[in-house]
């Protein structure tokens, strides 16, 4: 029988592939709720873990307590966001066991990697028993038909302690089911967007690297003037810079094997929401790179060149 090794740590419960240049055009939309301190993620819900409970996509999952677990609000907001079209994660998610789970919200590698990371086990690993704190995404996807998601998400192993595969001490989460999670590919009337292209397609890729410092373009919609700031990425000026409400760049740098995949991220404050809606473009170069747009990607329309 499996068992499960705890390790406790303070936190509190109420929240604290192709041979030529691939482009791929159609720009993801990041929605908002368009109601004041709402927060601006498309997932809602509870993904469901065999060792540590649920994970909370927002905080209006959290606070309307679907598992009936009568837990206090929270004023803090947090969210986690699936883009269907590349298949990636982003933001962050709650755990009442384990705490904050990012989902690229903090360490923006975790997008490009399809991978989430429990942020406190990955800080003091010792006071976790050395679990691992990685959560392998890539099993798990959307589909339209039966309109939930599917495949199972892993984390954790076994010790290897025990002197026997019976008795082994199991270390992690375990099995992350996502089916009780929500895709809301629209939320009401809202469309406050950012828009972020890469020679003008979201998703930029070419099997051979390196790829010449691309053309960065963003657009906006419905958003307070003068509010966007640059997230990571290859910006002029780097992270936390202040841009237009429209405009565009060249990349300070070219894609290269060394820092492939990148992620390039605008952060601009919703005119409704008062949250915070973020635009995501991704440019990748080489054959082993995560980001490969022939892979599982919804594509709206897919060119050679």
Request: charge should be negative.
């Amino acid at each position: 029988m499996m068992k499960y090794t705890q390790q406790f740590l303070s936190i509190g419960v109420g929240l604290v592939l192709l041979f030529v240049t691939v482009l791929v055009s159609g720009t993801p939309t990041a929605y908002a709720q368009c109601n004041p301190g709402e927060t601006s993620g498309n997932l809602y819900g509870v993904a469901m873990t065999d060792e540590i409970g649920a994970i909370y996509m927002s905080t209006e999952s959290w606070n309307d307590d679907p598992l009936g677990e009568g837990h206090d609000a929270t004023t803090v907001e947090f969210y986690v966001s699936y883009d269907r079209q590349s298949n990636t994660w982003n933001g962050r998610g709650w755990n009442p066991y384990a705490g904050w789970v990012d989902f690229g919200g903090t360490n923006a590698a975790n997008i490009t990697a399809r991978t989430a990371e429990f942020e406190s086990v990955k800080q003091d690993p010792d006071s976790w028993g050395n679990w691992d704190p990685t959560i392998d995404l890539s099993p798990v996807s959307y589909e339209v038909d039966p309109g939930e998601f599917v495949g199972l998400a892993t984390n954790g192993d076994y010790t290897g302690g025990g002197g026997g595969a019976g008795d082994d001490d199991y270390v992690g989460a375990g099995n992350i089911d996502f089916s009780g999670v929500e895709l809301q590919t629209t939320v009401g009337s809202c469309d406050e967007t950012v828009d972020v292209l890469l020679n003008g397609v979201n998703i930029l890729y070419q099997e051979s690297c390196p790829i010449s410092a691309p053309t960065i373009q963003w657009t906006t919609n419905d958003i307070t003037p003068n509010s966007c700031e640059t997230g990571v990425g290859l910006w002029t000026g780097g992270s936390g810079s202040s841009r237009a409400d429209s405009g565009s760049e060249t990349a300070s740098a070219n894609i290269t094997d060394s820092n492939t995949p990148v992620v390039f991220q605008l952060h601009c404050e919703g005119a409704d929401s008062g949250t915070t809606v973020t635009g995501t473009a991704f440019a990748s170069c080489g054959t082993d790179d995560p980001i490969d747009p022939t892979q599982g990607i919804i594509i709206p329309e897919f060119r050679e060149v």
